[in-house]
């Protein structure tokens, strides 16, 4: 069983097209966290939201923490080949878990 | 600053070998992660610890996963008698605090043949 649902799951796009990652759950998280995976290296941070509404933004990307921290959006504007990757979701249920579960993960393909 | 390092960055084992996997966080981290990914999936989480002390070992998939640290900063995680459906990329990753990002290292491509 999935506790975070990602979709789509593969994305194939031109350049200079915008684009939004959803990840959803029936649960509560304490906090949400965005990550970008290149083949054969390990994710990197994007950004943490915490709280429920929250919208975050870096450069060209857009993250939204739902009201009832339940679920999450990751928005791109104009990509770029640059922003191909995997980008996962990953969320703790409490403040102090070591524990960070992660969805399966959204395959982008961004096409010069 | 030197992120986190895993060695050996790929491993072949035969099946039933022992293997073991090791991890250098960010100097002064606290916390210390070890998570399992297959091919085009997220990963998944083995174990955790903070300083020493391993504080969740749930994810870990059987009695054959040891992971250990003894002084707080170096990691490695033991596979013994290792099966082919243990073959995949073993990610360590550290943060200062449990609940602040991840740092994660390059992985180790493991292969049991």
């Known amino acids: 069983t999935q506790l975070l649902e990602q979709s789509p799951q593969f994305l194939s796009i031109q350049e200079g097209e915008n684009l939004t990652v959803y990840c959803n759950s029936s649960?509560?998280?304490?906090?949400l966290q965005w990550y970008r995976q290149e083949p054969g290296e390990g994710p990197v941070l994007l950004v943490t939201?915490?709280?429920?509404?929250e919208v975050k933004k870096l450069k060209r990307l857009t993250f939204q923490f739902g009201d009832a921290r339940k679920d999450s959006s990751l928005h791109i504007t104009a990509a770029q080949p640059g922003d191909t990757g995997l980008y996962l979701c990953?969320?703790?249920?409490?403040?102090?878990?070591?524990?960070?579960?992660f969805g399966q993960g959204t395959t982008l393909q961004v096409k010069p | 600053g030197a992120g986190v390092s895993q060695s050996p960055r790929y491993k072949v084992a035969k099946r039933g070998q022992d293997v073991a996997l090791r991890c250098d966080p960010i100097?002064?981290?606290?916390?210390l992660f070890w998570y399992q990914q297959a091919l085009g999936q997220g990963p998944e989480f083995l174990t955790y610890?903070?300083?020493?002390?391993?504080?969740?070992k749930s994810g870990l998939p059987s009695d054959r996963f040891f992971a250990e640290r003894p002084e707080g900063s170096v990691s490695t995680l033991k596979i013994q008698r290792t099966q082919q459906e243990d073959s995949a990329v073993y990610l360590c990753?550290?943060?200062?605090?449990?609940?602040?990002?991840?740092?994660f290292g390059p992985g180790t491509r493991l292969t049991v043949l």
């Open positions: 990753a550290s943060s200062l605090e449990s609940g602040l990002g991840r740092y």
């Open positions: 649960s509560v998280f304490s906090s």
């Open positions: 939201v915490v709280t429920g509404g």
């Open positions: 990953a969320g703790a249920r409490t403040s102090n878990t070591g524990k960070l579960i």
């Open positions: 100097s002064g981290h606290v916390s």
């Open positions: 610890f903070q300083n020493e002390a391993q504080l969740d």
